[in-house]
């Protein structure tokens, strides 16, 4: 099931962006879907990644967060523009209180992916390129300060034990957009 969770009902929404945790799902999810309704698919993260000819540790390592919360406002900014688009953000885009105001005066539609904790974990644990991914306290702790920023989110989704395919089935069944 998609859960409405905030917000009003507009028409013609012609952006879908997907929040949520590091290792919820938005990417493959996201790929799933653009590809589906023929729509462009946008990874933030990669699109700061070719901006700055490095990966996301690689920019944290050497500039710091600060510098990548910066480079990820503006890439916002930049990949809003594209209409339509499936626009799937890093974990801690939405828990930027400007980033959430001007995704909200987009005419997108934001969907929370949401996972339990362990399978976060689990999932996280197979990649290597999340420099906020560290030890288990840290996780939690990240986790929990993440979540009343991600229920702001308008609709909310379970991806636990199930697949990319399954949720991307669910959301595009659900004719919120
Ligand atoms: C981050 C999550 C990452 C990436 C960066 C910071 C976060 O994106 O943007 O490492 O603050 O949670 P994913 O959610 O795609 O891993």
Known sequence: MVFKL???????RRQIYLVGFMGSGKSSVGALIAEALGWPFIDLDAVIEAGQRATVREIFERAGEPFFRQLEKAALVEVSKAEPAVIALGGGTFAQPWNAEWIRQTEGVTIWLDCPEEELWHRCAKVQNRPLFRDRSS???LLEERLPYYRQAEYRVSTGRRSPEEVAREILRSQIF
């Open 6 to 12: 905030t917000g009003m009902n507009r028409q013609r």
């Open 139 to 141: 996780f939690s702790k």
